[in-house]
């Protein structure tokens, strides 16, 4: 069985503040990509990575990469993260049976969840990572709260998000990219197939503003 990582690293970062994009902002002496890739490396059914980053991150990647533990590749990310995904998904093996898809900013994934999207999206073709939403949300229309929603039916969707290759295939093949794609999820949700949402055990933040970073910093030294 082959099952690969795509790790999304193409995006610029902005909002985090930095100098660079934030996957590649140093923590103890080394990327915060680094230790999102660890996690990939010590899940055991992952055979292989394939990392998706822009044309001035690729050579740095390659260099850092050739000495890990499992085959890594590194490829051009698109103008979109739907068009690096599918830039990652082309470059999939022929031998691969499943992909799970994750963002390269969200170094605290435990490996038992990477493990639990792999063995649901096997069994059933489709599997998303998930959290409760621990906050009351409301809907807004035209300034004023027009509703409450069921927090019981309501689940943040984390990475990896987990395929079959033949139904991710699909679902990117049938898509329109030039559209607003939220996640790799919502392509498969437009096919109609099934999705298997499992709850992530842990935080599983996606480090995006100043002060994730500051908490990533934090909980990386503390060896979390």
């Known amino acids: 069985m082959s099952v690969t ?4 690293a193409a995006g610029s970062g902005l ?7 934030k996957q590649f902002v140093e ?11 660890d996690k990939f490396l010590a899940a055991p059914r992952i055979s292989d990575l394939i990392i998706v980053a822009a044309a001035d991150r690729i050579n740095f990647l390659r260099r850092t990469l050739s000495v890990v533990s499992k085959p890594v590749s590194v490829v051009e990310g698109g103008k979109t993260r739907a068009e690096s995904v599918f830039n990652g998904i082309s470059s999939l093996s022929r031998q691969t049976e499943a992909v799970a898809i994750h963002d390269a900013a969200r170094p605290f994934v435990k490996v038992e969840d990477i493990e639990a999207t792999i063995s649901k999206a096997l ?7 998930v959290a409760e939403v621990p906050d009351t949300i409301k809907t807004v229309f035209a300034g004023e709260i027009s509703g409450t929603l069921d927090r019981s039916r309501i689940r943040r969707a984390l990475t990896p998000q ?3 290759t033949e139904v991710i295939r699909r ?4 898509a329109d990219l030039s559209e607003p794609v939220p996640d790799d999820a919502y392509l498969v949700e437009k ?9 992530a055990s842990s935080e599983n933040m996606k480090i ?13 030294e503390a060896g979390l």
Not at 15 to 21: D, E, F, L, N
């Open 191 to 199: 096919l109609g197939h099934p999705i298997t949402a499992v709850e």
């Open 208 to 220: 995006t503003y100043p002060a994730d970073l500051e908490l990533a910093r934090i909980m990386i």
């Open 5 to 8: 990582a795509i790790i999304v």
């Open 162 to 164: 987990t395929f079959r």
């Open 123 to 129: 069994e059933t073709g489709a599997a998303c990572l």
């Open 15 to 21: 909002r985090s503040g930095s100098a660079v994009p």
């Open 171 to 174: 679902a990117f093949e049938l």
């Open 27 to 37: 923590i103890k002496h080394r990327p915060l990509i680094l230790y999102t890739v």
